[in-house]
């Protein structure tokens, strides 16, 4: 009864947003225009309400993990403790701006926080790439086997054919880097991404009608 | 999809006006979607189906057996997958990796990012844990939230990967920048991995990092690789047949394109960048390159909307509220029929327990009286039934009448007058103005206009002849409306059609038309469309290819001086209150170079609130004008700084120092003004710094007491109103009172028949030898009469509506502020305190070059502008030699 209702509410669900991309824009009744998509946005609103919901399984996710480990003093627990300590300075700043009204907090708390330390602290973890590409690229440029060399002769090419210098070498490079990326990889990719959104339509189709029995609880 | 398709180049002609299945897509979508549902169902019928080996897929196995053996755990991430199609496929994954762990007792963590997709995958592990009967050894503790933010949770994942010394780790789902970061950690701790994405941008990172790389569509069959679940096998064989579809058709589309290009002799286009055609292209002037051409013919004129159309329209309305009263009015009668039906069977159960003789048969007739009333209900219904199948739930307005006429005498006269009436006045308008139509165009008497009067007659005359039954006068009502119809159809019709093809085959290229969908979004379902909407779309560079375009609409009245109304975006929309002519300015900006052309736009920069601006970006040389209201907690003689610094650099890359505004500043210069010249990016700064005065809740208090006093002073106003209101209700329920009164006659039948049942209740009730069944008789008999008074007022307000709103103007109601005021107290000048205040925004712009074109069109609006269909018409120049596309 249960799986049947949950199929049931899909499938009304899917029906919505296929009835409002497959009927024609508007649907006469009379003379005065009917708009399917005028709920869209409504139901959309819904669904992110519903899904904000899953935001405090998250810092229950958390606590759990994080509250055991400072508990039972873990290796490592000031780091679990940090976390927690952060999480609920931020929750209490940012209830306190909001709430309270306090400019003053409000926006100092975001700069040194957010500006200052968050939104450096990315690109940090993002400069690490610039090493792992280098580490990366050593491991694949490796001649070991035909692939692999045909590999490499490729890479070459567009990266001489991507910088200046590669121009003066041989002013035919940029042609054929051109040539190599719009007549080779453009049309691989384009296949791979045929194939998964086919695939990703079946999978979609599969769980709209419920006949996977991974969308089902019991599933397997 | 409309982005995607600009990038490819697509013209913007061919791209529908929202993103909308076009019959194409119908085609497309049955193709791809047929031959996994019939997979699905042979496979589910038992027919065995062959899947190919995926060498990735296989390794999980042994990735499984290496963690094992080495004693050391698995870790296994969905990455940045959200809810999708995708998240089902790896749920496969997951839970066939997870029965395996818990199989072999292995220990699988599972980061996630997703918090919505946390319980998903904690609950898919947990299950998989139950199904392998080890559901002792599932750690919900290993199904780890880690953050949602990109970089911190490659921190994260980096630091468990390390810690915990994973001997293999598994990423499968959507990835982005990180994708290395977390391929990196695991190869820094010597664990196989093996790795599936969809997010093609990532696949080489992976392939040079990971053990094993499952690209695409793979990720998706690895599900069913692993479960050889019928369903799934059945889906992936099915997309492959789909894929082969779509491979024969761009084998055949390749063909056909090479074809085509040979026998124009058009092969060149593949080679743009030293073709003769690309080289002539460069070489012409940015600007002429770049702009969109857009002409207009001098003079536009709009015609009203056909006069059949506005009929329709207003029918069609008239229509759907007589069908909704009729519907409510056969419901109440199918309550009356089933009630009358109850009784008469209650009443002839008990006949006996009336006295014999003239008790009885009074009885007796009573409940023939009601078998007659729910006979006649029924069959009216039935009836009404049959029509509405053949049209619809369309209901005639006679129809009203039909279903009261005859069910209890006396009233069938007074509702057919009531209907004729009102089927002779709701059809007068249309007469006027298809006479007012015919006289315009010189029409024959024979047309539609005379139609119509021929139908009225005939409605009188229907009406007038007494024996004509109800569904007589229904079918001949119908019957000569449809042949009213269809005469104006056919002269209507063509003429129209012939108008429009006409224009279309001048310049089909740029379209303006009337906004349908206003009058919903306005909420008012009654109300006409009343905007015209401007659309500029399908504006296109000198090579038809379609570019980042800015739209700027300047809409003001032909040859007058005043402010033109200015709007914004690709399409606009406009209302043209009054006839005459309107000059409409388009201006069309190119800001991004044709290599990045996409769907950037200007966003107006008009906020007085900094909160609002977002980073955007901006053509060069417009000037930027940045001011702001004080927010509500300043006080005016409070020392507040505002300091502005636009991020432009002056000599030798100096940064030029702010430029202040206090309170001192005169209030024209307070609205500070920049203009950027150099492309470029900055980052403007602006900081508000100083005393804030934070009020006292007996500061509120006043404020409270103040606005009670202008509700007080503003009280004659209002009564004036509500008394303006109570006449206007006064007068609707006076004129639903006549069909009040119809209905009341019903009720007042009723109720003649509820007493009579009554009398002869109580007549001989006391000679009844059960009591309590005399009793619940006369309950039932009390029911009913009580029933049809309540259904005497079916249409229109409550008796009294118009006294309730009418009685506004009684003091109570008019001085409901005066406790407010009252109870404000204090002085709002003491209740004030200082304190200090500083904020700083941040904007960052992104200058970009600016070319710019315009053009002027004439509208002229004749008249009735309420509702506009106009062909509106866009030439483009000839285009350059050589070719385009």
New interface residues.
Partial sequence: MRRRLIALITFLGGLYYFIE??LP??II???????WN?FEREINLGIRVY?SM??G??VI??L??HG?AILRKRK?WPNSLALLVAMFVTMIVGFWGELGGN??AK??FW?FCF?GL?NN??PA??S??AF??A???Y??FRIQNTEAGLMMIAALLVMLGQIPLGFFVWDQLP?IR?WMLSRISTPA?RG?????L??????????WLS?????S???? | MIRAALELGMPLAALP??V??SYA??VL?II??LP??VF?LLAKRGKELYIRRIPGIDAIEEAIGRATELGRPMMFTTGLTR????L??L??IL?YIA?KAAAYGCRLIVPQTD??V??IVE?TTR??YR?AGRIDQFN??D???LS?????F??GYMGIAH?EKAASCFLFGSFA?ES??L??AGQQVGAMQVAGT?S?TQVP?F???CDYTI???E???A?AYL?R?P??LG??R??DV??LV?LVTVLIGTVWATCLSVAKQDYREGWE??SEFARAFYKQPEWDRLLAKVEFKDTHKLSPVPEH?DL??R???A??KIAKAGRNIERKLAQIGSLAASEEKHLRDRLELFPAGDGRDEARATADILKGISERIGEELDAAKKDNGKKGKEREPASLANLLREVLPGIGKVCREKARERTVGFFTPEQQQLRAWAAKRGAPKAGPAAALDKYLAEVKTIFGNAAATPRQIRARVADSRRVCYRQYYDLVRPQVRATREAADESVPRFLLRTN??LK?LAGK?NEKPSALLLDGGRSASARGRPLALAYEWEIKPSGSEEKPKKLRGRQAAHRFDKPGRYEVKLTVSELLKPTLSGSQMIIGIDSNDPSLVKYDRMPAGTELAVSWRL?KTFVKDVDMKIEYDFGERGVAGKPLPPEVVTKDTPAAEQVRKHKYDKPGYYCMTITVSGK?RVKSASARSARARAVAAAAEAATPELTKLRGRLGETLTELTDKLGGLNSDLGLLARSTNETAGRLRAVGQGDSENWPDKALAGNLMGRVTSLAAFATKNANLVGPKAGAAETFGSGNSPKKAGAAVPVALRATGDPKKAEKL??????Y?IYWSVLERLTDSTTLTVQIDEAPERLIAPWEMKLPPKAKGGGE
């Fill in positions: 991309f497959f824009e508007h009744v009379g003379r005065a225009d009917f708009q005028l899904g899953a935001l399984l998250g996710n958390l759990r993990i055991y490592g400019e003053a926006s100092c700069d500006r968050m602290l990315g973890m993002f690490l790439l792992y590409i580490s990366a690229a491991r694949s042609v051109n990719f791979i991404i045929f194939g998964a086919i695939a990703g339509l079946a999978m979609a189709v599969r769980m006949l996977d029995r991974t969308t609880r019991r599933g397997a | 006006p929202v909308h299945a897509m119908y979508t791809l979607l996994p549902l699905i809810i999708n199609p995708l089902y496929a749920l496969g839970r029965g918090y919505e946390l319980p609950e299950e998989a199904a919900p503790r199904v780890r939230f949602t933010n990109q970089f911190a490659a921190s810690r920048a290395l970061i391929a990196e969809e093609l990172f392939l040079t990092s690209i695409g569509e990720v998706y069959a599900g479960s679940e369903t799934q889906s992936v099915g997309q789909a894929k779509v960048y030293n159309e329709e329209y029918l069609a309305l229509r759907k349908e969908g919903k379902k927010p804030v304190a200090p205040y500083w904020k700083r941040r």
